[in-house]
Structures are given as structure tokens and as C-alpha cells.
């Protein structure tokens, strides 16, 4: 097929905190050194910001290195927090607020703002269009170019494809997009991403990555109910016995509230839903008294990288680098990656700057490991490395103890390595094996059905378009997967994406691709990693106003 192509010096795929951190510092170099640079981001939101998705507690420390000045610019960081809680959940109706010695004082977030990440990266486009960078929303960047083992850009989707493959009237192939250096932040779980580790073998010499599913809502609710600045973390119930993780409660400006749970996907019992889990934590008395007489306007769900330092792969390649949520830099110990995904976004852009201005650009960019390792980023992350394998390994409750000892007697800096070699998706136990859970109907009050709630994510795909989840094999969701698993696709999902429905006598596995939030859950949870996420047509999927 005959493609349009461009050239730039540089192309981001994503326009997420670490692309546009990484675009901002490429732009700033240029203009201090008086050097001409073609800078393009690509971001498959129909919009930037509209597949963001974050908590958010925001750390302003890679900001204040990026933007010095960014009170003056108007970065929409107005709600500092004023007040911390971590609760203990005992059960659904008991909970215990953790004293400071009983928590790591990673958790402590004095200086942090409570924000909307998907606005922040509507400002921080401005300041990166402003310096010169193109944007280029609605453009997902659909397959690698590599000639002679380097990468030598990429090549967005095509527009007007039908569900048959073939083409419709107005049919546009998609572009190439050629540079000197292509940096991927795709987010958690980025599908160029994980095709580059597995062409260049980038996890070789790491533990397996790890995930979990963080929801959101965002909630208007009664002024006597809000306390603008007051950051609230719960452990426990309702995960106590079937899952680890986590619930936040973030008052954020305008009457709002932020409230949402993070189920880690190593969980063994298929019958569990992460979604009805959330909908579980919303009806506890400490979370119901904040959201009663209040109305949910926003929905949505969101796959995290959180293995750590002990899964970090290696990040570039030739041509090519790996940034942010996409290699997983986030800090778990702080539930934290929008930061670190900015810094290493910056660390990239000083390597990528220093080669194309000494003209070694055909060179891969050794110098970022170096650079890397000098970083308050390497540091911060070496510090939390054992946090996450601690709650895998021991338990909520024991690994919470090591973790506080760790961080608050010692720094992150105990003589141990802890790692978690196991992979999620193999972590299911059969269902023969496994109670079933039943879920309480939703009262569509404080609980809601997923339909309910993707409606509220103004998710959109144009239908008639192949379908972007792709099965490996079409006959093992019904020929093993049920048997074995009771085909948790069904309930895995946070968007009803995946059923099975009976058909003239026959079960059929139905996939409903325009529901699809592009969390990610199936592509990692799939027990036969037999789904494959790609991209859909430009601009599919949600359109978050402010999450």
C-alpha cells in the first residue's frame, strides 16, 4: 500500500505526562541551544486528555524541575492537600484510621496537589505547542517501522477500514511517521510497547511485570460534605480475602470527590469482579457518608504498571525508547507514577537532545542508563523496589508492616530483595476450586451496572471497523476457558466488552468491541493470553472530561 510519509527528528507516540514532558524538555534544549528540531506527538484520544486517567495526588517535583514557573502559567493545580487518612477496613461496616507510625510515610502527602491528570496534559500541550511541538490528537500510532533492527518511526491506523477488512468509500491509509528517534509512552500496557520488548527481548533479565485495575469516579456532592484538600487511603475490605489492593477518597475543587479502588491482577479466584469489588467499597459507611445525596458524573477504569524497580525492562533500543507507564516507572510505594513518568520523559529527551546535537543519531542512546542511574528517579524507585512483591508475597497485612519498617526506619534501604516471579495471568485457580461470589443488585444510588457506567465514560467506536480485540484463537474462550476458568472474561471486564450468550441452542462468545474503555485488563488478565489489544480507528474509545 502506498503511504503518505513525514519526517521529523523526533516522534512521541502519546501524549500522556511523559510524552509531553519529553516533547517540552526536547523544545526547551532546542531553543537554549538555537537549534532547529521537528518535534511530533501522535495521542489516539479524540483529544488530549481523553483517555487520561489517574487517582490523581499529584507530586509537583518533576513540574518544578520541567516549569519552574508553572504557578504563572496557570497549571490547574488549585487544591493542595490539607489532610491525610489512611483507614484499615475491617469488614463493611468497621474501619480504623492508621496511625502515622503504622503507615509508610511514602503515603504522607504534605506539598501534593489533588488534580485531574487528563487537564493537566490539556496544559502541559499548550506549553509544548508553544515551544514549537506539533500535536497530532485523533492519530494512534498503529505499528512499528523497524529497518536493519533499528526503529524508524511509526505508522499511524488506517481510517475507513470495514468489520469484513475491506475498504469503505473515503477510505485514508494511515502515515508514516519517520524520525531520527521515537519514543514510546503509551501509558500501562501500550501495545507498541509490548511489541518492541518482545522484537528487541527488552525483559530478558527482569521479574515479570505486574498489574492492577484502578477505577474512577468523579462525584458532585453536598457542600457539607466536601473538605476541599482531604486525601483518604483505605486496605482491606471488601479485598481482605480475594485480592490486594487498595481505596482512595480524594476531595478534590469544585465540590467534588474523587473516589475509586485499585484490585491487583495476580488475584486467583475467577469468579471475582474487579468492578463489583468498587461498587462493594462504595457502600462501606465511611465512603457512603461522603457520596449520600451526591450524583456521579464520571466513569472509568484504567490498567497500572506497577512492578517496580525488579521489572523494569531495559528502555531503549536502537532509534527507540520505552518512557513512563509504558516501561513502569510508577512508584507504588507513593501510588504515584504521574511524576515519574515525567522525569524519565525528561531523562529521554536530554539523552535523545545530546545525540541528535552531536550528531550521533544513528547511535543507540546509550547514554540514558547512565543518566538514569544518576537520577532522583532511579533512587526513588531503587527505595520502593520491595514494596509491591512484600504485599504479593506476604499479604496485605504482613507485607504492610515490612513495608512500613522499610520505608520509615530504613529508607527503602533494608539489605533485601524481594521479587515477585510469578505472572499475573497465570495466578487464576480453576474454577472447581473457587467459591463463587455474588454480587448485591446495584441500588443506582451509590452501586451501578457497568453499562450504566461506560455510558458516563462517552465511550464511542465507529462501528462498522475491524474489531481491535484480537483472539489468538477463536475457539479457546468456550474450549478452555469456560471449562477451566468459567470464562472470567465476563467478569474481569470494567466495561461489559465480553459475554457469553446462548445462540439457537449454542453458547457463543460475544465480544462488544464499542464498549471498550481501553483499560487493558483483558490483555494482561487473559488466563490463555489469547487477547490481543490494538488500536481501533482514530479517536474510538472514551472521552474523559477531567479525569
Same mark, same amino acid.
Given at each position: 500500500?502506498?503511504? #503518505?510519509?513525514? #519526517?521529523?527528528?523526533?516522534?512521541?507516540? *502519546?501524549?500522556?505526562?511523559?510524552?509531553?514532558?519529553?516533547?517540552?524538555?526536547? $523544545?526547551?534544549? $532546542?531553543?537554549?541551544?538555537?537549534?532547529? @528540531?521537528?518535534?511530533?506527538?501522535v495521542e489516539k484520544?479524540?483529544?488530549?486528555?481523553?483517555? =487520561?486517567?489517574? *487517582? $490523581?495526588?499529584?507530586?509537583?517535583?518533576?513540574?518544578?524541575?520541567?516549569?519552574?514557573?508553572?504557578?504563572?502559567?496557570?497549571?490547574?493545580?488549585?487544591?493542595?492537600?490539607?489532610?491525610?487518612?489512611i483507614m484499615l477496613f475491617k469488614n463493611s461496616e468497621k474501619a480504623t484510621e492508621l496511625p502515622s507510625f503504622m503507615v509508610p510515610k511514602t503515603f504522607h502527602n504534605h506539598g501534593n496537589y489533588i488534580t485531574s491528570i487528563g487537564n493537566l496534559c490539556r496544559w502541559?500541550?499548550?506549553? +509544548?505547542?508553544?515551544?514549537?511541538?506539533?500535536?497530532?490528537?485523533?492519530?494512534?500510532?498503529?505499528?512499528?517501522?523497524?529497518?536493519?533492527?533499528?526503529?524508524?518511526?511509526? =505508522?499511524?491506523?488506517?481510517?475507513?477500514?470495514?468489520?469484513?477488512?475491506?475498504?469503505k468509500p473515503g477510505f485514508e491509509p494511515g502515515m508514516e511517521l519517520r524520525a531520527k528517534y521515537t519514543v514510546f509512552a503509551e501509558g500501562s500496557r501500550g501495545h507498541l510497547g509490548k511489541q518492541l520488548q518482545q522484537e528487541f527481548k527488552l525483559a530478558e533479565d527482569c521479574s515479570p511485570q505486574h498489574y492492577a485495575i484502578g477505577f474512577k469516579e468523579i462525584w458532585d456532592i453536598p457542600a457539607e460534605q466536601h473538605q476541599p484538600g482531604l486525601v483518604v487511603h483505605s486496605t482491606g475490605w471488601p479485598l481482605t480475602d480475594e485480592a490486594t489492593g487498595g481505596g482512595y477518597l480524594y476531595h478534590a475543587e469544585d465540590g467534588q470527590v474523587y473516589?475509586?479502588?485499585?484490585?491487583?491482577?495476580?488475584?486467583?479466584?475467577?469468579?471475582?469482579?474487579? %468492578?463489583?469489588?468498587?461498587?462493594?467499597?462504595?457502600?462501606?459507611?465511611?465512603?457512603?457518608?461522603?457520596?449520600?445525596?451526591?450524583?456521579?458524573?464520571s466513569y472509568g477504569a484504567r490498567a497500572i504498571t506497577k512492578g517496580g524497580f525488579h521489572s523494569l525492562p531495559r528502555m531503549t533500543v536502537p532509534g527507540g525508547i520505552l518512557i513512563g507507564c509504558n516501561a513502569g516507572t510508577l512508584n507504588f510505594?507513593? =501510588?504515584?507514577?504521574?511524576?515519574? +513518568?515525567?522525569?524519565?520523559?525528561?531523562?529521554?529527551?536530554?539523552?535523545?537532545?545530546?545525540?541528535?546535537?552531536?550528531?550521533?543519531?544513528?547511535?543507540?542512546?546509550?547514554?540514558?542508563? +547512565? /543518566?538514569?542511574?544518576?537520577?532522583?528517579?532511579?533512587?526513588?524507585?531503587? /527505595?520502593s523496589r520491595n514494596f509491591g512483591p512484600a504485599v504479593h508475597k506476604f499479604g496485605t497485612y504482613l507485607g504492610g508492616a515490612y513495608n512500613t519498617i522499610d520505608q520509615n526506619w530504613f529508607g527503602g534501604k533494608l539489605p533485601f530483595n524481594i521479587k515477585d516471579q510469578h505472572e499475573d495471568h497465570a495466578q487464576l485457580?480453576? +474454577? &472447581?476450586?473457587?467459591?463463587?461470589?455474588?454480587?448485591?443488585?446495584?441500588?443506582?444510588?451509590?452501586? %451501578?451496572? &457497568? @453499562?450504566?457506567s461506560v455510558f458516563l465514560?462517552?465511550?464511542?467506536?465507529?462501528?462498522?471497523?475491524?474489531?481491535?480485540?484480537?483472539?489468538?484463537?477463536?475457539?479457546?474462550? @468456550?474450549?478452555?476457558?469456560?471449562?477451566?476458568?468459567?470464562?472470567?472474561?465476563?467478569?474481569?471486564c470494567p466495561a461489559g466488552v465480553y459475554e457469553v450468550v446462548e445462540e439457537n441452542g449454542k453458547d457463543v462468545f460475544k465480544i462488544n468491541a464499542q464498549n471498550c474503555i481501553h483499560c487493558k485488563t483483558c490483555d494482561i488478565k487473559d488466563p490463555s493470553q489469547n487477547i490481543t489489544w490494538v488500536t481501533p480507528e482514530g479517536t474510538g474509545g472514551p472521552n474523559y472530561p477531567n479525569m
Open positions: 500500500m502506498q503511504r #503518505e510519509s513525514m #519526517e521529523f527528528d523526533v516522534v512521541i507516540v *502519546g501524549a500522556g505526562p511523559a510524552g509531553l514532558s519529553c516533547a517540552i524538555r526536547l $523544545a526547551q534544549q $532546542a531553543k537554549e541551544k538555537q537549534q532547529e @528540531l521537528m518535534i511530533c506527538v484520544g479524540s483529544e488530549v486528555g481523553a483517555h =487520561i486517567l489517574s *487517582g $490523581a495526588v499529584f507530586e509537583p517535583r518533576a513540574l518544578n524541575e520541567l516549569l519552574p514557573n508553572w504557578q504563572e502559567l496557570g497549571a490547574p493545580l488549585n487544591t493542595p492537600v490539607t489532610h491525610d487518612q502541559l500541550a499548550e506549553q +509544548a505547542e508553544a515551544l514549537g511541538v506539533e500535536i497530532f490528537p485523533g492519530f494512534p500510532a498503529a505499528s512499528i517501522i523497524i529497518e536493519e533492527q533499528r526503529v524508524a518511526g511509526v =505508522i499511524t491506523g488506517d481510517m475507513g477500514i470495514n468489520s469484513n477488512g475491506e475498504q473516589v475509586g479502588l485499585i484490585v491487583d491482577l495476580n488475584y486467583k479466584n475467577p469468579y471475582l469482579s474487579p %468492578f463489583n469489588e468498587f461498587q462493594r467499597f462504595k457502600t462501606h459507611p465511611k465512603i457512603a457518608a461522603t457520596l449520600k445525596q451526591g450524583k456521579r458524573v510505594a507513593k =501510588i504515584k507514577g504521574n511524576h515519574t +513518568a515525567m522525569k524519565s520523559g525528561m531523562l529521554a529527551a536530554e539523552s535523545i537532545f545530546n545525540a541528535l546535537h552531536n550528531n550521533t543519531a544513528d547511535h543507540e542512546l546509550k547514554d540514558f542508563d +547512565a /543518566r538514569f542511574k544518576e537520577s532522583w528517579l532511579y533512587d526513588e524507585l531503587y /527505595r485457580k480453576l +474454577a &472447581r476450586e473457587c467459591q463463587v461470589i455474588e454480587y448485591e443488585k446495584p441500588d443506582n444510588k451509590l452501586t %451501578f451496572d &457497568r @453499562l450504566s465514560s462517552n465511550t464511542n467506536h465507529e462501528e462498522d471497523q475491524p474489531c481491535h480485540l484480537k483472539l489468538k484463537d477463536s475457539s479457546i474462550p @468456550l474450549n478452555v476457558n469456560m471449562p477451566k476458568f468459567a470464562e472470567p472474561a465476563q467478569r474481569y
